[in-house]
């Protein structure tokens, strides 16, 4: 029998509240969850999306270097990217991937050589010499190293040690949407400072509650009915965070933040259009339309191009003999003394 959703979600909140819970639910979620079979995980498909976007909008990514937000447990997309020719900085807030699951990963991307050569434009023998280099390597963090780039986490993903457009491509997958919303501009802030001009972001994000797959007993968008608090009261943990951000709310933090969408694929669930029309659903979601409640996944390019849209600037300020220190002084006042 599939699991149900209350039991997802009661295992998870449970783990969240017990000393050691985040190595125990590890240790579940090898045994008989996401992590049970690395062969069949979708970061492998993932990553080709990406790539195949990546070769749309900034010509593949040999030779660039690329930062990642958010590793996750299966270091696929990092890896794949690698494999293609990217010099990769992969970052997360947690330290997840773990040695054994990144041999695996190597051993499926042995197997799917020719896909990733199709989807990244790389002659298949580049991606198998590659291959071989990696072979080499005891840990991911290694692995890394080797194709030029390194693995940093646990690290505050708010404040990235490059300089100023120092880097060609940000990507994410699977992560904007578990990132608590106030972190959003942080993020979206410090990719826009890190990438060149006209650099490019790529985003994949998914819109609908993990703990309601397919057979699990409940609408994936069921979610929508919970108020705020009681979503962040019974829902969000340590181990777990949804922000259940919708696509048009995204689309608008990345305008705010100086990026122009160059591409939105959008994958609408017409079918839970007739259950979100009963369903009684919770500000702010009363006030949009169906289609957009609808859509459970974007995978975004975005161009670095504007400056930041500001209610707020922030700014140095040296005062006397008091340190210099940074404060977000609303950009009216700012344009008022200066
Ligand atoms: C659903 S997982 C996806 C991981 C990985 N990208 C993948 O494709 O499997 C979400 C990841 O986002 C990470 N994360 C959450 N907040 C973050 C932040 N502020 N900066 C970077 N990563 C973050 C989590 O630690 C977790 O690894």
Redesign the pocket.
Known sequence: MPIRWWMKWGISYTFSNLPYGRPLYEKMLRRFGELSQVSS?T?FN?TEVLLKMSRRWCDGVEGKHVV???????S??PLGFGLAGARVDT????R?AADDLFIQTVEEYRKRGEQLAQASGMPVEKIHQRLQEIEQASSFSEACQLLGGAYHAPFD??ALPFKDGEVDVVI????LQ???KE?IPL?LKESWRILKPGGIALHRIRMSDEYSPPGSGRNHLEYLKYSEQQWNRWFNHSLK?INRLRAPQFLELFRQHGFTCLECGRTVDHQSIPFLQQLPLAQPFRQMSLEDIATVNIDVALKKTNIPEKKYATTAVGVGFFPIIELDIPIMLVRAFV
Not at 68 to 74: A, F, K, Q
Not at 172 to 175: A, F, K, P, T, Y
């Open positions: 995980s970061r993932n990642e937000l958010g590793t996750g447990w299966v696929a997309v970052f997360d807030v947690s997840l993903t708010t994410s997958n699977l992560v578990c990132v608590p972190v993020l965070h």
